[in-house]
């Protein structure tokens, strides 16, 4: 039983396409996440989804938007790609503690992006 | 911006050899934690270190943290090749709610046989 699923797990587009990536937890947790790891493995935060309120990074671009349809899903969708957004994109899912802390993440094992 | 920073960047030791590598980061936390990610794979979850605590054992990981210096350093004793990958801290900043943990650079860390 895999706990955070995403898929696909490669996936290879032209610009200007619209893609979406789909992200399953079975945790039952209540808050999920999207990160972008670029080519150097830095990690950054693009967006978490807790009780459907939506926390947006700023630096991230409007293309990039996340569609939760329940607890258990949250997908990201791609507007017209370009060549920077090729990366890794892995989703996350935890559960919150009291007055919201933190005490780890199940990551999925991650889309490699290759925008052409 | 609140980004952690490990040091080194990259670390080659022999199996057997202890390997230390230290985090820092900017505001206060309600935790760090850190994680391995081995390579094309998601990160995985190692052990987590409380604000109030000092020093933490799992298994072969030991992990301080000095909150004073706002660092923090993971030990892996007696080194094996299964143990290359890269690990990353990442912090709960106090308040930080449903914003997410924020990780450091990392330290990619190889195990010569």
């Known amino acids: 039983d895999t706990a955070v699923s995403q898929t696909p797990k490669y996936l290879v587009t032209q610009m200007g396409n619209d893609k979406s990536i789909k992200c399953e937890q079975n945790?039952?947790?209540?808050?999920m996440y999207w990160y972008k790891q670029d080519s150097k493995k830095f990690l950054k935060i693009m967006f978490s989804y807790n009780n459907k309120e939506l926390i947006i990074n700023e630096t991230v671009p409007n293309r990039f938007s996340p569609k939760s349809p329940d607890k258990a899903h949250l997908n990201l969708h791609i507007n017209s790609l370009e060549l920077g957004d090729s990366a890794v994109y892995f989703c996350a899912s935890s559960q919150l503690g009291r007055q919201g802390t933190n005490y780890g993440y199940t990551f999925g094992s991650g889309t490699r992006l290759t925008v052409v | 911006s609140q980004q952690g920073e490990e040091d080194p960047q990259a670390l080659s030791i022999q199996e057997g050899e202890n390997a230390t590598m230290n985090c820092s980061y900017k505001?206060?936390?309600?935790?760090l934690q850190w994680y391995r990610q081995n390579s094309g794979r998601g990160l995985v979850h190692l052990i987590l270190i409380r604000s109030n605590e000092r020093e933490k054992h799992s298994g072969r990981l030991r992990v301080t943290l000095d909150t004073s210096k706002k660092s923090s350093s993971l030990l892996i004793t007696a080194s094996r090749a299964a143990d290359t990958a890269s690990y990353f801290c990442?912090?709960?900043?106090?308040?930080?709610?449903?914003?997410?943990?924020?990780f450091g650079k990392g330290t990619h860390l190889i195990i010569q046989p």
């Open positions: 990442a912090t709960d900043y106090l308040g930080g709610g449903a914003d997410g943990l924020t």
């Open positions: 505001t206060s936390i309600n935790n």
């Open positions: 945790l039952g947790h209540d808050t």
